[in-house]
C-alpha cells in the first residue's frame, strides 16, 4: 500500500462522527520550497505516543531536508519538495498506519 493510501486510511479509521467536525490534517506548500504536514493527534490512539524530534538538514541538495516534531497535540512535519512521500511515510509509521 502507498503512502497516500495508508494516509487515507489513517484519516477514515479517526472519522468517527465527532474527531473530523474538530480536527483533521493539512498538507501545504512551504516558500523555501517544501512542504508542511499537520496532523491533530488530539483524541486519537496515538496521542500519548512519544515522538523523538527528527531533523536532518540539507546534505546533498538544498532541496533535500526534513524536519518532524510533535507539539502541542500535533505531529508537525516539514521538508523539502522531493521529500513529501518519505514524510508522510514518517508519520504513518509512527501512527502504525
Not at 493539512?26 to 490512539?45: A, F, K, Q, R
Not at 496521542?47 to 523523538?52: N, T, V
Request: one cysteine or more; glycine letters at 8%; a negative charge.
Amino acid at each position: 500500500m502507498n503512502e497516500l493510501s495508508r494516509l487515507q486510511s489513517w484519516y477514515a479509521n479517526q472519522c468517527n462522527g465527532i474527531w473530523e467536525h474538530s480536527y483533521g490534517l493539512s498538507i501545504e506548500t512551504l516558500d523555501n520550497p517544501g512542504w508542511c504536514l499537520t496532523v491533530d493527534l488530539i483524541d486519537t490512539d496515538i496521542f500519548e505516543l512519544s515522538f523523538i524530534e527528527l531533523k536532518r538538514e540539507a546534505i546533498e541538495s538544498d532541496d533535500d531536508w526534513l524536519v518532524c516534531r510533535v507539539e502541542d497535540g500535533r505531529f508537525r512535519g516539514h521538508c523539502g519538495p522531493a521529500n513529501l512521500q518519505e514524510l508522510l511515510s514518517i508519520f504513518l509509521d509512527f501512527a502504525g498506519a
